[in-house]
C-alpha cells in the first residue's frame, strides 16, 4: 500500500545544485522516517542520508555531509534531498526510502523504496 515516488534528478554541471523529491502515500497516517540511498554504475547502493519522523534527526553519510541537506515537509507527505556542490562522483540513480516508525534504532534500512531518479553530474 505505501509507494513513494522520486522526481527531480537530471544532468547538471560540477558545482552545480539539484533538488529531489520523494511523495508518499499509502501510510495512512501512520507515522515513518524517510531516508535517501543511492547507487551508481558497477557500485552497491549505499546509503545517503536518512531523517526522522518529527525532523529533528538526520544522519549523513560522510562523502555528502556539508553539501547535502534532507528534510521533510509532513503536511505535504514529501521528503526532499538538497544536493550542493555537486561532483561527478554524485552520479548515480538515487532512490528514497521510508520505513514504520519516529526514528530507526541503528543502520537505516527502509522498508518501502521507490522506483529511483537519475542524476548525472558532467565535468
Known amino acids: 500500500q505505501v509507494q513513494l515516488v522520486e522526481s527531480g534528478g537530471g544532468l547538471v554541471q560540477a558545482g552545480g545544485s539539484l533538488r529531489l523529491s520523494c511523495a508518499v502515500s499509502?501510510?495512512?497516517?501512520?507515522?515513518?522516517?524517510m531516508g535517501w540511498f543511492r547507487q551508481a554504475p558497477g557500485k552497491e547502493r549505499e546509503f545517503v542520508a536518512a531523517?526522522?519522523?518529527?525532523?529533528?534527526?538526520?544522519n549523513y553519510a560522510r562523502a555528502v555531509k556539508g553539501r547535502f541537506t534532507i528534510s521533510r515537509d509532513n503536511a505535504k507527505n514529501t521528503g526532499y534531498l538538497q544536493m550542493n556542490s555537486l561532483k561527478p562522483e554524485d552520479t548515480a540513480v538515487y532512490y528514497c526510502?521510508?520505513?514504520?516508525?519516529?526514528?530507526?534504532?541503528?543502520?537505516?534500512?527502509?522498508?518501502?523504496w521507490g522506483q529511483g531518479t537519475q542524476v548525472t553530474v558532467s565535468a
Open positions: 526510502g521510508a520505513d514504520h516508525g519516529t526514528i530507526w534504532a541503528t543502520r537505516y534500512t527502509p522498508s518501502y
Open positions: 499509502g501510510h495512512g497516517g501512520s507515522t515513518y522516517t
Open positions: 531523517i526522522s519522523w518529527s525532523g529533528e534527526v538526520t
